[in-house]
Structure formats: structure tokens, C-alpha cells
């Protein structure tokens, strides 16, 4: 059972983003949504568009801040704002989706991410949970 | 923080002693008491990690304003030699790469102005593309883009955007030397092409304000300012082009420390030395960055003065200065009476050079560089100049510095509530982001006149003029 969650801790100037989930997939699922949704109402963005994004990383960590700033990068990149997420994971190999929509009228423009940072970066197991944490860039 | 850590050496300067065992160079911090006890113990762990960085020259420092940032503490400075090892750091410069502000001095008094200032308002809100998702209506094709990237804001007016006179109030002239734009990713230039002219979000914008007050009459002169006159700061940075350049090389110098033999107290703190390829790497696309930089607040002065001029026909804005602060640069300083070739790091801090230095522009050599400290929409900005024997590598304050976070900012104000607080005060807002104006709420900042205040007390720099907002664009 799924059981992803997104949550946010306190920094002085920028914003620290924490997602949870079953799996470290999920948990990297649930800080992108983190992400997006300071730049938006996620629930307003329609998923009808898919881009894919792969790259390879061994440590955790980096593939956390690898995963964000691809996905900040190709928003940006495309004019587009995303909602929805799919991560997988095979080794150092890493595949996902990100589904969204161009920026229209209607969406609410939260504040702008710039990037995702090393700073208090984490990807770990915790109980049964796997929690992903870093402060984004604002 | 907790003040009794610290080594107070004069009235506004203070020392952070070594624990048992530990190797770092020395760390001052300037500020007052109040000032450095509201900061989080964070700036002290973040500053001393950048004390313990191969190749520092001096102390590692704190400006009035520092607070909590990532890697670097924002408001730290950092100078280090090529000669002696020294590094250079994507975590010293942060995403925002020469981010910083253009003021501009108008021939506008707020008297005659006052009645068309709404209107001023909504069309600058038109004209300036501001917040998330905005695209500018400039489109680059890769040339041109990579032309923005070595040519900066001479690019700019080359193209028309401005005026060749603007430049010589420019850092550098509008265009820093040395920007690689093949070091630059692919998807860092995808990002940018819709984003020249963009204002961007957060902490950014575009403020028309009035000179409330004249601290030093002599320096306000020669920076053309008089009570009363209007002012324009524009506050933004080198937007997704400077946002993917720091993040590629963040991860990119983060995996390549150890191989270079630096052992990195904070991933973020992410570094390489100058001389090594990696550096040299970094050094090339930072630069290109700063050129996007001042490219961009070039042609946000070429918007802003079309749009003055629709309304106020007979309205002159002239580059009072524009300068950066998120940036290392290639400096001389005069070390043990030496002059070393030093890479200044300056992440939250202003450059600040002192009456007199050989790259001031010939009006204001004698009062020394135009430094900006701005504050929240609410309160206001000051205007100061560089300090004679200016101590902290020609660097002063930036800003107000945040007070609290963004989140508890969320959860004490509401933005349309507080746009109608601030028109009550004529301070008029326009934004597409109420969230945005919520986390920007003045009471989330510090106080602006205190940090402008104990700058000029820690010797940084002198209070010219003190700047009320009138109309805010906020991203």
C-alpha cells in the first residue's frame, strides 16, 4: 500500500522539502511534489502532458538533487509546471516520468525554485519508511 | 546565537575562536549584538567551514546582515589565492549567480508624480515580465545567446536595449572577462531563452521609490541624489541560465573534491582549486553567468524607461549603478602591503571599494562605490558608499536578511490582506503571487535601518541616502 507524503522543515531564507514514502522511489515521488507544489496548487495542473527524464547515479543523495534539478531544469526548459511523478530504479539506472501542463492563466504562480541544494541533503530508510530531505533554493 | 561563543575584538567586530583540535583560519563576523544574536548558530558552522577551505587569505567573514544560507552563510566573504592553492566555490556564489541591483536615478520629483503613480504601477506590472512561468518577449537563438553570454549588458546596448553611458556605471562596464560560453550545459541555455528581460521570483523586483532622507550631502551629490527624487531599483539575477550553471557544477565539484584532494566539511561548500581544469571550468561558466546577469538588468532599464516614458513623458532615468551580489571576482588587494591577486567570494555581500579605487567610474571616485542595501517592500532601501580602509576585501551588507522563514511568513500574513495594509501606507503592490508577497511580508525581514546603521558603524560602508517604496513589482 502506498503511503506517500509531503512535508516541509524550516530554513532561514529558502525552504527544506521532505518526501515519504514505502519505497525510495516514492519517497523521491513525494519531494518533487514537495517541489511543485511551492511553485503551484499541484491540483490545479492537468497531467496531460509526459516528459521522461533518465541518468544514472550510484549514491542516493545526488540522485535526490540530480532527480529535482532535472525536473526544475526541464520545467523551466519547456515552460511547464508538473503534478505527477513516476521514479524507477534499477542500480545506478534511473528512469522517470513527470506529468503537466504549460503554464496558463488559471494556475496559481506560487514562488519560483531555483534549484534543489546539498545542503541537510538525506535519502534514508527510517523504520519501515524511506524519508528524502534537502533545502530547495528559492 | 549565542554571543558568549564569540570574541568581541571592537564595537561592531567580532571573532569566532577555534574549538580544541580544530584547523581553520580565522572567522570575524560584523554586527552588533542585537544584530549577530538574532542570527541562527548555523552561520556559525557554515562560516567556519569556509574557514577550513585550502588557499584563504585573511579571515573568513560575516556582513551585518548574514544569515542562514547553504554552504556559504548568505552575507559571508571569502578570499582566496590561486598562488597558494586557493579555491574556487559554486556553493561561495549560489544558484543566483550576480544577482544584484540597477538603480536608477530619475529627474522625477514625487510631487509632480504622485497622482500617476497607480497608473505607473499597472504598467510596469505589464511590462515587466515578473514571477513563476513569466517568458520575456526577447527569444535567443543559440548564437545570440552564446553573444548575450560573452558580451553581457554591452550586448544589451549594443542591440538598443539602453544607453552606451549606462556602462560606465556597470561593474566591470557591463561585461566581465572570461566567460566560456562552451562551458555552459545545454540545458542551462534552454532554460534562458525565453527568460532575457524576466524579473524571476521570490526575494526579487522592481521597486519605484522616493529619496526620503540625505545622510551624507557631499556623497549624495555625486551620486545625483536630492531629497524627494525618484528612484527605480530593479533586483534580479541571471535566472535559469545562472540557476543550471550553479546546479550542474554544484554536483559536478561536490564528486570531484575528493579527487582533488580537498575534504569538503559541507557537500555544499562544493569547490575545486582555481588553477585545477575543474576550476578553471567552473570559472568560465560562472563568468558567462554574470555577463547573462547584467545582460538582463540592462534590458529590464530599457523596459522600465519605455514604460516611465508612457507615462511621465518628460521622465530621464539615468544608471545611478548596478551591482552585484552573488558573485567571486578577480580582485588586487593590499595584503601585508603586498597587492595579491585574490578571488573575492561574495555570496549575499556587496562589493564596496573605497573613495578612491582605480575602478570606481570618475564621478564617484571621490565618495567611493555606490553600495545597496534593499530592504522589504515595506520599509525601504539604503544608498551607501564604499568606506575608507574598508577591512572585509572592499564587501558590505546586501540587504535586510530574513528574520524568519518563509514557511512562518506563510502562516502570519495573507497577501491580499497585506497589499491593502501597504496601499494604506502608499506603497502600492502588484504581483500574481499573493503566496509570494506573503513570504516577502516586511515583518519576515530584519531591520532594514539597523543593518544599514551598523554597516557604516563596522566601518563597511557610509549611509548616502535612505529610499521609501512607492510602487513594488514582485515576482
Redesign the interface.
Same mark, same amino acid.
Given at each position: 500500500m502506498s503511503r506517500l507524503s509531503s512535508h516541509?522543515f @524550516?530554513?532561514? #531564507? $529558502? %525552504?527544506g522539502i521532505i518526501g515519504r514514502g514505502t519505497t525510495v522511489e516514492q519517497a523521491f515521488e513525494a519531494a518533487a511534489q514537495a517541489v511543485f507544489a511551492i511553485? !503551484?496548487h499541484l491540483d490545479t495542473v492537468q497531467p496531460t502532458t509526459v516528459i521522461t527524464i533518465e541518468f544514472e547515479e550510484t549514491d542516493l543523495d545526488?540522485a535526490l +538533487? !540530480?532527480w529535482l534539478?532535472q525536473l526544475? &531544469?526541464?520545467a523551466?526548459?519547456q515552460?511547464m +509546471?508538473f503534478s505527477r511523478f513516476h521514479v524507477q530504479h534499477f542500480g545506478s539506472k534511473w528512469h522517470a516520468e513527470a506529468l503537466g501542463e504549460k503554464?496558463r492563466a488559471g *494556475? @496559481?504562480? &506560487? =514562488? @519560483?525554485v531555483? &534549484? #534543489? !541544494? *546539498? =545542503?541537510m *541533503?538525506s535519502v534514508k530508510q527510517i523504520g519501515p519508511e524511506w524519508e528524502a530531505r534537502c %533545502?530547495v $533554493? +528559492? | 546565537m549565542n554571543l558568549q561563543q564569540l570574541h568581541q575584538l571592537q564595537p561592531f567586530l567580532w571573532s569566532l575562536p577555534c574549538k580544541p583540535g580544530e584547523k581553520r583560519a580565522e572567522v570575524l563576523l560584523y554586527g552588533s549584538a542585537p544584530l549577530l544574536a538574532s542570527m541562527d548558530d548555523k552561520v556559525l558552522v557554515q562560516i567556519a567551514n569556509v574557514a577550513s577551505l585550502p588557499g584563504l587569505v585573511g579571515a573568513a567573514m560575516t556582513m551585518p546582515d548574514a544569515h542562514w544560507g547553504y554552504g556559504f552563510p548568505i552575507g559571508g566573504v571569502a578570499a582566496f589565492d590561486a598562488e597558494q592553492g586557493g579555491v574556487i566555490s559554486a556553493g561561495g556564489v549560489g544558484f543566483d549567480i550576480s544577482c544584484g541591483i540597477r538603480c536608477l536615478r530619475s529627474n522625477l520629483n514625487l510631487q509632480d508624480t504622485a497622482s500617476l503613480l497607480p497608473k505607473l504601477a499597472d504598467k510596469l506590472f505589464q511590462a515587466i515580465p515578473a514571477g513563476v512561468g513569466k517568458e520575456g518577449n526577447l527569444k535567443l537563438n543559440p548564437e545570440q545567446l552564446d553573444a548575450v553570454l560573452q558580451g553581457g549588458a554591452q550586448w544589451a546596448v549594443r542591440q538598443g536595449y539602453g544607453h552606451a553611458v549606462d556602462l560606465e556605471y556597470v561593474e566591470e562596464h557591463g561585461c566581465v572577462s572570461g566567460a566560456k560560453p562552451d562551458n555552459v550545459s545545454d540545458l542551462a541555455k534552454n532554460r534562458q531563452r525565453g527568460e532575457m528581460g524576466t524579473l524571476g521570483s521570490g526575494n526579487h523586483y522592481l521597486e519605484v521609490q522616493v529619496v526620503e532622507r540625505i545622510y551624507d550631502n557631499k556623497a549624495a551629490l555625486a551620486f545625483g541624489l536630492h531629497e524627494g527624487q525618484i528612484i527605480v531599483s530593479i533586483h534580479c539575477g541571471s535566472r535559469g541560465l545562472g540557476h543550471q550553471i550553479g546546479t550542474d557544477y554544484l554536483v559536478l565539484l561536490a564528486k570531484a573534491a575528493s579527487h582533488l584532494g580537498i575534504l569538503l566539511p559541507d557537500r555544499e561548500l562544493a569547490c575545486a582549486p582555481i588553477k585545477s581544469p575543474e576550476g578553471q571550468q567552473y570559472i568560465g561558466a560562472m563568468n558567462a553567468a554574470i555577463n547573462c546577469a547584467l545582460a538582463n538588468r540592462q534590458i529590464l532599464t530599457h523596459l522600465t524607461r519605455a514604460t516611465f516614458a508612457e507615462v511621465y513623458s518628460h521622465a530621464e532615468l539615468e544608471t545611478l549603478f548596478d551591482v552585484s551580489h552573488n558573485t567571486c571576482k578577480t580582485e588586487t588587494h593590499v595584503i601585508d602591503g603586498k597587492p595579491r591577486l585574490l578571488h573575492v567570494h561574495r555570496k549575499g555581500a556587496t562589493r564596496a571599494f573605497s573613495p578612491g579605487h582605480a575602478l570606481l567610474p570618475e564621478r564617484y571616485r571621490a565618495a567611493g562605490q555606490p553600495v545597496i542595501i534593499g530592504g522589504s517592500m515595506g520599509t525601504g532601501s539604503y544608498i551607501l558608499a564604499g568606506a575608507s580602509e574598508n577591512p572585509a576585501f572592499a564587501s558590505a551588507s546586501h540587504g535586510a536578511g530574513r528574520a524568519m522563514s518563509r514557511r512562518q511568513a506563510l502562516t502570519r500574513w495573507h497577501g491580499h490582506a497585506l497589499i491593502n495594509e501597504l496601499a494604506q501606507q502608499g506603497i502600492l503592490i502588484r504581483t500574481c503571487s499573493m503566496r509570494g508577497v506573503a513570504e516577502e511580508a516586511p515583518g519576515a525581514y530584519k531591520d532594514v535601518d539597523l543593518v544599514a546603521e551598523v554597516t557604516e558603524q563596522a566601518g563597511l560602508a557610509r549611509r548616502v541616502a535612505f529610499l521609501r517604496p512607492k510602487v513594488c513589482v514582485k515576482g
Open positions: 516541509y @524550516e530554513h532561514d #531564507a $529558502d %525552504i511553485i !503551484t545526488f +538533487v !540530480t534539478n526544475l &531544469g526541464k523551466r526548459e515552460g +509546471v503554464w *494556475l @496559481e504562480q &506560487g =514562488t @519560483e531555483k &534549484g #534543489a !541544494t *546539498l =545542503t *541533503l %533545502i $533554493d +528559492v | -
